[in-house]
């Protein structure tokens, strides 16, 4: 394979100005630049990326944390985060962590053995003192997902807010009887805490209570809503609107009450969240939160790449976007 | 920072014995295994991968080339293929070349510059006549595309007989003015010539001929969908069937129809492709051709892997994958 010294015989430029050229280095004169180029092609020398590396240059690759890239609202943050990737010469390393433990560690472990620069969460399983050490190792930013055991940059939006404006629309329009999904349980995350204190505290400034037996809990897919509505038909003393926390599980609802005796929304009113595109050609059209998808993802990775390219701290900056609140026929 | 040396020294184990515990070769002793693994502990040594690779060892990454992640056909292949990666202990780089020539061969030069071990095409964009010399670099293995201008190994369904059924369908259920839509013209792919063959030939075996002014071109998406209804409503002479190609665009059909004259299926018989979660939960029901997306992806990742792992010789395989037809409401 021809190497660097076989370049600069042919061109007849000095090894380190035909170094300079391959690691795109500013002030090489453009002539010599040219020559260097030419040879290298002649040659079919191909400057290897893992030898640049042991030189101390970088991967220009980033790991993104999710937990399933099949959820359209992941598939949307990693499909806006790669626009800026890649506008700005850097790659994504997909990592389905699949709500394991074990894999959010295997894929730090990237950070550990230089094989990314930086990594983003989009979701986040361990909690924070297990993650913290590998901060060691090149910088980290917070997207969607947010904890209070931790100051690196975080890019979200109020969870907490959010969730307090779609039950107080439940209670506007006449229902009182208030069912409320959650996720995946994650020890190092304070979104679904925010959304259950925003729930609770909605309810008790209209004097409501919560009935315990109307909690849902892991539930996140399609089948996981049908099965969610499955079990409110089952039920004596059944809720008359229910806060999903995700699109598709709303979208399981809605689905199985066209099979069910229950409908939506006479019978049960249903709110999504995200405003995935599902939710506007369903029937009836879903009402959802929408979150600014497009802008968490773009804002995350120009911040990621900010602080690889300037090398800058990377501590103490949270943004939180703005929602909107959709209403359709649910 | 440590070295091999150092972790040598501190378990009093031979260097090549220590080296042989890091690249996870067989045949060392379990004892003097825990000894070398507790030094490297104790130590903080890090294998750096990069150096590792300059020694001739692989990345165990894989680049997987897709139009885009937000399709669900596409993140539900990836998904797919990351189960099976993950499993075999590789890592996935998402390139997503949004049908860009220049992205596609940017994410090749991956290849040449040895950050991945091969390249899976979900999707194709340059004449096989420029992908061909980056094989120099590595294995490649189709997936859903194909082209009959290259024999490596293709895993995918038969999108001709595929497209015929659908077609037969419309004309059985007395559809006699049908419509086909086309997603973007890739020169470098047999899919969706081969699809149009098929919908030619079910027309011509049923003596009916093409109306050219009911093909659809370079539509793919929900919104494109919507565009195409809207561009029909226009029509004096309106198509009473529609061949779709997706169930994101089907989609975008059905969800326009609610604010349209022409009602689905009444007026216009819809058939959609993929099968995806979609096709199940709108309403009308889409009629649709389903895909084996889960097995077309991890069968083309097991066969990526047994290619690098056995570093065998990989021309000529071809797996034709079977579909099923969905006949839904519309």
Known sequence: MPTIKDVAKLSGISRSTVSRVINNHPYVNEEKRMRVKQAMLDLGYVPNSSAQRLRGSKTKTIAVLISRIVNPFFSGLVDAMDTVATEAGYKLILCNTRGSKERELNYLDLLKTKQVDGVVFASIENDWSDIKPYLAYGPMVL???????????????????????????????????????????????????????????????????????????????????????????????????IFTGSDEVATGIIAEAKISSIKVPKHLSVIGFDDQQIA????????????????????????MIHILTNRISFLGHTEVLTTEFIVRDT
Chains 1, 2 share one sequence.
């Open 143 to 241: 997207c969607n997902e947010y904890t209070d055991q931790t100051d690196i940059p975080s890019f979200r939006i109020n969870h907490f807010q959010a969730t307090i404006e779609a039950v107080t629309h439940f209670i506007k329009e006449g229902r009182t009887k208030i069912a409320f999904c959650r996720g995946d349980e994650t020890i190092g995350s304070n979104l679904g805490v925010d959304r259950e204190k925003g729930f609770i505290s909605a309810l008790t400034s209209h004097h409501l209570s919560f009935n315990k037996q109307w909690l849902f809990r892991n539930v996140s897919s399609i089948e996981d809503g049908r099965n969610v509505m499955k079990k409110i038909e089952r039920m004596t003393d059944r809720p008359d609107a």
């Open 280 to 303: 506007g050609v369903i029937t009836p059209g879903l009402t959802t939160i929408r979150q600014p998808i497009n802008k968490l993802g773009e804002q995350t990775m120009q911040h």
